[in-house]
């Protein structure tokens, strides 16, 4: 049965040093201060106390803030995780760029810059290209930031290094091996480059790490039960179908109604089929997407859907 690929594009990204934001900040409250350096550390601290609430407010005091003291990177990188936080991408980028050439050692200045020009690439104002050095630089400064590895990754692979993409999909697991939503991509990588064996050797590794709760073992356990499904190990397969309905619960966010696919096809596939589990995960998923606007998107599992209710002896309402 076909099969939607979990990992297609990713544009979702992490944001990575937020505590950084926080810790980085030392009071510029010293004797050898201008007025203006006083006014603008006392801006910074009220944004921070509406950021939470607030985050128009808080922005537009850590622009006064940096109006007041280009100079203070750390302001700076505040008010870029303020844009971060409202997805203003290209505000991201300039703001971070204006860090990094008062600060060029912070690693995470050059990170969150290659994390936003990424974004962009993916609604076609910047090219992949672009995100790429700022990525490499940040690894450069810092190795252990496992978020620029998976990102740098994410941005070769659309550049189509898959060699390098996978050594850097590695190198976040490495880095960071509790990180459930890494696993999920280079396991995709792997099996589009027909290494079926070493996708499940990784899943199974990550799995090792999970916390329960993780929304990322939705596409761990969605991959694994693909994997089985390959392999002919319908028991497997439903076992992991089952874990990663488990792990979307409702299974509302997008991409996650595939699940009730999967697992009713699983159901009807076994020797005997499971019939009314079959069914009922079958018209689910009848009901929240062949019913509904992402019915295109997913043609080929609606058919299968009715056929396989037919198979059973029923019909999908």
């Known amino acids: ?13 992490k944001v990575g040093a937020v505590a950084l934001a926080t810790s ?11 007025r203006n ?3 603008a550390v006392n801006l910074a601290i009220e944004a921070d106390k509406s950021k ?20 203070n990177h750390k302001i700076l990188w505040k008010l870029a995780l303020a844009y971060t936080k409202k997805e203003a991408w290209d505000k991201v980028a300039t703001t971070c760029a204006r860090a990094e050439k008062i600060a060029p050692t912070y690693g995470n200045y050059f990170f969150q810059h290659g994390m936003a020009l990424a974004r962009q690439a993916a609604k076609g104002p910047t090219s992949w290209a672009d995100a790429k050095q700022p990525l490499e630089e940040a690894i450069k400064l810092d190795p252990n930031l496992a978020d620029a590895h998976f990102e740098l990754a994410e ?65 761990v356990h969605s991959i694994l039960g693909d994997i089985y499904d390959r392999k002919h ?7 992991e179908y089952e874990s990663a309905k488990k792990a979307c619960g409702n299974c509302q966010e997008a ?30 998923f009848q009901k929240m997407i062949c019913k509904g606007a992402a019915a295109q998107r997913y043609v080929d599992q609606c058919t299968q ?3 396989l209710a037919t198979k059973l002896g029923g019909t999908l309402q």
Do not use: W
């Open 1 to 13: 049965m076909k099969k939607i690929s979990f990992f297609g594009s990713m544009n979702v990204g």
């Open 155 to 219: 941005v070769l692979l659309h550049l189509d290094d898959e060699k390098g993409a996978l050594e850097e999909y590695t190198k976040a697991i490495n880095t960071k091996p509790d990180e459930m939503a890494f696993y999920g991509p280079l396991a995709d990588l792997y099996i589009r480059l027909n290494y079926v064996d070493m996708a499940e050797q990784v899943l199974t590794q990550g799995i090792g790490f999970a916390k329960e709760g993780d929304k990322a073992l939705f596409a």
């Open 52 to 71: 939470a609430t607030d985050i128009d407010g808080a922005i537009s005091k850590y622009e006064q803030a940096t109006n007041l003291d280009p100079s």
């Open 37 to 39: 350096n006083i006014e």
């Open 305 to 307: 859907a009715q056929q």
């Open 24 to 34: 980085m900040f030392v009071s510029a409250l010293t004797a050898g201060c201008s």
């Open 233 to 239: 190990d319908l028991t497997k397969a439903v076992s």
């Open 255 to 284: 991409g996650q109604q595939i699940a009730f696919f999967n697992l009713g096809a699983a159901y009807a596939s076994l020797s005997p089929p499971k019939k009314s589990e079959a069914m009922s995960q079958l018209q689910s």
